[in-house]
């Protein structure tokens, strides 16, 4: 190899990249639904969940508890993973509730890891941003996708159910800035 | 309905410490920041404690700037036939370019690039493909360049080089574009050559060359320590991400002003007025008369930089000095002694007095800028402060700029800057932002005297080959790595053409056979038609999936070793870490096999090194001269390439010179700083380096006055007519896009950001047509004017719009496109934007192909057209794809 330039020894065998199969398979419209595509969000409402999940599950807050339009920050899954919970006021992809408006988000920029929070989302457009480093903004309705800026992955999604008034956070999807796996809390 | 599983990765692989480690550059913008890649074979990982990975960090990092990989930043790719996990990370430990491993989207997500066939990157061309009665059908190499050979040589022979022609990328590495140089400059002597975004080879911004000072001429420190910067037809976070949220928002200097010129509130310019910053939200073409409108209330006031002029701007004789009774038609002398730009500190400050244009009133008026805001931007760019001292102000400008009013929108800001003091001292500079990298060198010997193309008065111009197309001169025809239609103008009509010559032509082969195919294209040739060559790395709709009759698959960014610079002229080795699919090759390779069919000598290059060292002689007198280096190589014993590759990330800037023994880059053009007396070894010495790039050595005062007849009359043609509904449809790109998708639309991430073209639509311009976010619009112009004839203009009036209209060479068709609207009060009243050059839907169609009759550059930037819906598009309401808020939130 001629055209290195570092090759220093070390190393150790270890799984494959796919191996560890804590990802979720979702599937239609239930409490947790994610990925629902098409226009009025309604259907599939008999669809079976696929959920397989190691995450850990918490109660982030309660319904009755949410205003339109304010964020509440939690952690999730560990107590130094810091989120927000917001009911956004319009149907959000992932979204849970009665409006399917009830998201959540892990607020660290996966850019390179400015710190947002419950006071950097702007309500007037359901985006969360933007971020104090370089301006990256998320948008809140689309499971976390870069509206503009340099982030290469959306921010990661925390999954919600509601059990009766609780929200309960079940999984992550999306790696956390700084990770390079997931904690699963549990 | 349907429902998706999402991907959900929530774990990447690390690298060990035994992984390769190699340098690169980012494939994409001017700015090129520094990457590292790191591979290794697949089976082994590193793991999250700092001595198991080869960051030497424990994971998590446990804060912000520390190294990452994405998800996005992993894949697996072949290296050497086997399997390999390639991890592609902006160099955290660079002080160059992008500190802290600074990175925009785009390189971000360059692993995502990479072949790999569980990937879109599947649809990479592996073969070199003839068209077979419609259809691509693999062949060899071998046969491919005999039959391309044959059929040049039978079109040189029976139609003369005028009909031989290339249309190739003018960055894509210096090994590449050298290889064409040759080929064309030299070998072939055709003067049909344009690069991908002009329709001729001459100058990007005209003005700017000729007022002396070089378009690259700045490094980033200056924009990072500038005090002020006005920015024209530009905000850098769009398009030069890194150079925004590295060198502009921090830098030296922090606390900078920023000033926008552009129609579109894009995050940049939120950013700038949060921050004390003006935004000027302009009526498209008229930045000449902004700047005209600043010259004269820095002159009312006394504002100009005195000291500077007197030291720097050519006086009338000076101008005159050194010309004798020559000729003067080469383009930058007679556009600058010649006729009406011609000025010198003394007549500038008389013209302005007079010029209409230049009334604050009257500019407010054809700007639709606020007079108030017009006075407050030359109060902030040019009013000394009560000690006396001046703002350091640098000036930046891009294709809102030069794409809208060529020769005069340059000269103009060129003016201005240089009334400002700027152009060659730190933190105060005129330079453009930059598209594309600089990965151009030529090989001498350019054929550009044989350009039919005159100005009137017998000056020289260069040939315009999307019209010696249309006027079907052109016989063979090779494109490399370029949409050509979308990205030149009256899109439709170009292709339309271009189809006529080559699919619609009656003549097509039947088989592979290689006696068939060259006695089919000579038939295609003999009866008036164009055989179509196409090298690149992707499908390109329609160039090559409809059109072309022969495709060749290119090698690209990390397939091979190659060279190029930045914007600050900053050269890098681009390392090669896997393997090309099937038979792709580099460009370079491929013009090797055809030019020795030709029986041209001088192209049995071994490898891309080989190019690098034969073309360092042919760089000493240009900007990005790095002959010091080649020469102290080869004194060492290296390859030249290796020797870059010692420099990594770093790399040196351009022009190379020696001093005290060792290579030293230069940071910055035209600056008297770099004099530093005895010119040491093979230090090539050029004035420019300390002085201005004129034949004197000072800068040339243009002077622009607004009414003239090689523009007014266009101007006045092409503006919306409000009684038939029409609005401004200009053009522009969105920071999470590359120029025309082609890498975009394979990165999953990126895809589902932009799935398809956007454009951004005022609620005023939106309400009356029923439009919507989400909505899919057409964009229609029903009088798209296109140029047709006419190269040579004899007398005076001869290439205005009016004349060429008189005379018949004018010809008026429609263009359309549709894309996805985003309704956003971002956009100023009476203007859209449309993505431009983005597959699917061609926006520059509505844009009108008539050259700047001075400079031959296009008006790119000033199409017109009727919004109309056409209806839903998926993204409306779908949560996957395509985000449609607003850009600038803050």
């Not at chain 2, 259809?135 to 071998?142: A, K």
């Not at chain 2, 300390?690 to 007849?709: E, M, Q, V």
């Not at chain 2, 990126?750 to 619009?777: N, T, Y």
């Amino acid at each position: 190899m001629t055209n290195v330039l570092s090759h220093e020894k070390g190393g150790h065998a270890t799984s494959s990249c796919m191996s560890r199969r804590n990802f979720l398979i979702l599937g239609g419209a239930s409490v947790t639904v994610l990925g629902l595509l098409g226009a009025t969000g309604t259907a599939l409402a008999n669809a079976p969940e696929l959920v397989m999940s190691s995450y850990a599950r918490k109660v982030v807050g309660k319904v009755s508890a949410l205003k339109a339009g304010e964020a509440v920050e939690f952690s999730y899954p560990t107590d130094d993973i810091q989120n927000i919970l917001v009911k956004l006021g319009e149907e959000a992809g992932g979204g849970v509730g009665e409006e399917r408006d009830i998201v959540a988000f892990n607020t660290v920029c996966p850019h390179m890891g400015g710190i947002m929070d419950a006071g950097t989302f702007k309500a007037s457009h359901s985006v969360l941003g933007p971020c104090p480093l370089h301006l990256s903004t998320f948008d809140l309705t689309k499971h976390g996708m870069v509206v503009s800026g340099h982030s290469t992955e959306s921010l990661p999604q925390i999954v919600l159910a509601i059990e009766g008034d609780d929200i309960v956070a079940t999984g992550v999807m999306g790696l956390f800035y700084g990770y390079s796996r997931n904690p699963s809390g549990a | 309905m349907t429902t998706l599983p999402l991907p959900n990765v929530d774990y990447v692989p690390l690298p060990p410490p035994d992984a390769d480690v190699l340098t690169t550059a980012c494939a994409y913008c001017i700015v090129a920041c520094g990457y590292k890649i790191y591979r290794w074979p697949v089976g082994t990982e590193g793991g999250a404690k700092a001595d198991e990975n080869a960051f030497g960090i424990d994971f998590p990092t446990g804060g912000a700037l520390t190294p990452w990989v994405s998800p996005s930043q992993h894949n697996i790719a072949m290296h050497e036939g086997r399997p390999h996990h390639v991890v592609v990370v902006p160099d955290y430990a660079t002080e160059v370019v992008n500190p802290q491993g600074n990175h925009s989207i785009r390189g971000g997500t360059l692993a995502q690039k990479i072949y790999n066939p569980d990937t879109p990157t599947r649809q990479r061309l592996q073969y070199p493909m003839v068209r077979i009665g419609g259809v691509l059908t693999p062949v060899s190499w071998d046969l491919v360049t005999d039959v391309m050979a044959e059929v040049s040589k039978h079109v040189l022979e029976n139609h003369g080089e005028h009909a031989w022609g290339m249309k190739t990328y003018s960055y894509e590495y210096f090994e590449n574009t050298y290889a064409i140089s040759k080929l064309v400059n030299r070998a072939i002597g055709t003067p049909v050559y344009a690069p991908h975004d002009k329709p001729q080879a001459a100058e990007d911004a005209a003005g700017l060359d000729d007022a002396g000072v070089n378009s690259f001429s700045a490094s980033f420190e200056d924009w990072g320590a500038c005090e002020v910067a006005f920015m024209s037809g530009v905000d850098p976070y769009e398009t030069k991400t890194v150079l925004f949220t590295h060198w502009l928002m921090t830098g030296d200097n922090p606390n900078k002003k920023l000033i926008f010129v552009t129609p579109h509130k894009t995050m940049g310019v939120e950013y700038g007025l949060k921050n004390g910053g003006l935004w000027l939200p302009i009526v498209p073409g008229t930045d000449t008369v902004l700047h005209l409108a600043l010259a004269k209330i820095i002159i009312d006031n006394g504002w100009q930089d005195q000291e500077f002029i007197d030291k720097w701007v050519n006086t009338k004789w000076e101008i005159e000095s050194g010309y004798g009774r020559g000729t003067r038609n080469t383009r930058w002398q007679w556009r600058t002694t010649w006729g009406r730009w011609q000025s010198d500190w003394e007549d500038f400050q008389k013209f302005i007095a007079k010029e209409k244009a230049a009334e604050l009133d009257e500019a407010a008026a054809i700007t639709g800028l606020d007079r108030d805001l017009i006075l407050a931007t030359a109060e902030a760019i040019a009013k000394p402060r009560a000690d006396g001292s001046r703002p350091k102000t640098s000036f930046m400008l891009e294709k809102g700029n030069y794409w809208s009013n060529n020769y005069m929108n340059t000269a103009s800001l060129a003016a201005v800057g240089l009334l400002c003091g700027a152009g060659n001292r730190p933190g105060r500079v005129i330079s453009r932002g930059g598209g594309h990298q600089r990965g151009g060198m030529g090989a001498g010997g350019g054929k550009g005297f044989l350009s039919p193309e005159k100005y009137p008065g017998r000056r020289k111009k260069a040939l315009n080959v999307d019209r010696w197309v249309i006027d079907g001169n052109v016989r063979f025809m090779w494109l490399m790595g370029s949409t050509w239609f979308p990205a030149m103008l009256a899109s439709q009509e170009l292709a339309d053409r271009v189809a006529d010559l080559t699919v619609r032509n009656e003549h097509h082969p039947r088989s592979v056979d290689k006696e068939h195919l060259i006695q089919t294209y000579k038939d295609r040739v003999e009866s008036g038609g164009m055989v179509l060559v196409d090298s690149d790395i992707y499908p390109v709709e329609p160039l090559n999936t409809r059109f072309a009759d022969i495709v060749l698959p290119a090698a690209c960014w990390g397939e091979v070793d190659f060279t190029r610079c930045n914007a600050e002229r900053r050269l890098r080795l681009y390392s090669k870490f896997n393997d090309a699919p099937g038979e792709a090759k580099p460009d370079w390779w491929a013009i090797g096999q055809f030019a020795q069919k030709m029986g041209f000598d001088g192209f049995d290059w071994k490898e891309s090194n080989d190019i690098f060292e034969e073309a360092a002689r042919f760089s000493r007198g240009g900007v990005l001269n790095y002959y010091a280096l080649a020469v102290h190589a080869k004194r060492e014993g290296k390859k030249a390439h290796e020797k870059l590759r010692e420099l990594g990330t770093t790399g040196i800037q351009t022009p190379i010179r020696v001093k005290d023994g060792e290579l030293v880059g230069t940071k910055r053009l035209h600056d008297p700083d770099n004099d530093w007396g005895e010119v040491e070894d093979v230090t090539t010495d050029q004035k420019w380096l300390y002085a201005f790039g004129t034949h004197t050595g000072k800068a040339n005062l243009l002077k622009t006055p607004w009414a003239n007849d090689g523009w007014i009359d266009f101007y006045e043609a092409i503006k919306p007519r409000k009684d038939k509904g029409e609005v401004w449809i200009t053009n522009g790109r969105v920071n999470e896009t590359w120029q025309s998708g082609f890498d975009d639309l394979r990165k999953p991430y990126l895809a589902k950001r932009w799935p398809w073209p956007f454009i951004v639509i005022h609620p005023d311009d939106a309400a009356p047509q029923g439009i919507e976010s989400g909505d899919l619009v057409e964009g229609f112009n029903d009088t798209v004017y296109v140029q047709t004839g006419e190269p040579i203009g004899v007398k005076e009036k001869d290439l205005t719009f009016t004349k060429l209209m008189e005379g018949g060479h004018i010809k008026t068709t429609t263009g359309q496109f549709v894309a996805v609207a985003i309704v956003s009060d971002e956009m100023r009243p009476g203007i859209a934007k449309a993505a431009f050059n983005y597959p699917g839907s061609m926006a520059n169609s509505v844009c009108h192909a008539v050259p700047d009759p001075v400079s031959g550059n296009y008006r790119y930037k000033l199409g017109r057209g009727v919004l109309r819906k056409v209806g839903e598009s998926a993204y409306k309401k779908n949560f996957l794809e395509m985000s449609l808020k607003p850009r600038p939130i803050a």
